[in-house]
T-cell receptor, first 111, second 112 residues
Framework: SQELEQSPQSLIVQEGKNLTINCTSS?????LYWYKQKYGEGLIFLMM?????EEKSHEKITAKLDEKKQQSSLHITASQPSHAGIYLC???????????FGQGTELSVKP | DAGVIQSPRHEVTEMGQEVTLRCKPI?????LFWYRQTMMRGLELLIY????????DSGMPEDRFSAKMPNASFSTLKIQPSEPRDSAVYFC??????????FGNGTRLTVT
């Protein structure tokens, strides 16, 4: 969706390195959701952000939403092969529950 | 919790045939969503229901596509007649109040 841009489209990192994926919305966000997808499988929910400036962490993954609620970042610390997959951000623009998704970022982690 | 259940996992059919995809949402969830995923267009929302009522079907590509939700535990997405450009992975997702979307494992549709 052009309403939601993710960058980079793909990323290859060495195991142990940190990385950041960005998600930018053309509209104010009522909620921003991060999902991970492995090939041939469904999307797995990672984190949900709703308040400007909010930051959440789970294990080695941290997600932030900027104060203006139009940009989010997903940061992985000390990446592992298990982090490999496609990361998608989903935006709730209407407070109606439906999500519009970015194109995804394909992450590969080299052992 | 069994999660969102979709069937079949794979469907191969010939152009012109009718295709029906099925979804059982998570019990207690009151919203259900159908998405389509392709390499070219990414993940697109086709239609979503709230309390079994279609709320937004603006993403349904053509009249060949239709979706129903006869009760809170079952939904179908039908394509008739199918065309090769309908080949994609179709996902169903459900959510409850203030909960994120939970996705099924998808149906990979191939139309030859």
């Amino acid at each position: 969706s052009q309403e939601l841009e993710q960058s980079p489209q793909s990323l290859i990192v060495q195991e142990g390195k940190n990385l950041t994926i960005n998600c930018t919305s053309s509209k104010t966000l009522y909620g921003l959701y991060w999902y991970k997808q492995k090939y041939g499988e469904g999307l797995i929910f990672l984190m949900m952000l709703q308040k400007g400036g909010e930051e959440k962490s789970h294990e080695k993954i941290t997600a932030k939403l900027d104060e203006k609620k139009q940009q989010s970042s997903l940061h992985i610390t000390a990446s592992q092969p298990s982090h490999a997959g496609i990361y998608l951000c989903g935006a709730d623009h209407n407070q109606g529950g439906k999500l519009i998704f970015g194109q995804g970022t394909e992450l590969s982690v080299k052992p | 919790d069994a999660g969102v259940i979709q069937s079949p996992r794979h469907e191969v059919t010939e152009m012109g045939q009718e295709v029906t995809l099925r979804c059982k949402p998570i019990s207690g969830h009151n919203s259900l969503f159908w998405y389509r995923q392709t390499m070219m267009r990414g993940l697109e929302l086709l239609i979503y229901f709230n309390n079994n009522v279609p709320i937004d079907d603006s993403g349904m590509p053509e009249d060949r596509f239709s979706a129903k939700m006869p009760n809170a535990s079952f939904s179908t997405l039908k394509i008739q007649p199918s065309e090769p450009r309908d080949s994609a992975v179709y996902f169903c997702a459900s959510s409850g109040n203030n909960s994120p979307l939970h996705f099924g494992n998808g149906t990979r549709l191939t139309v030859t």
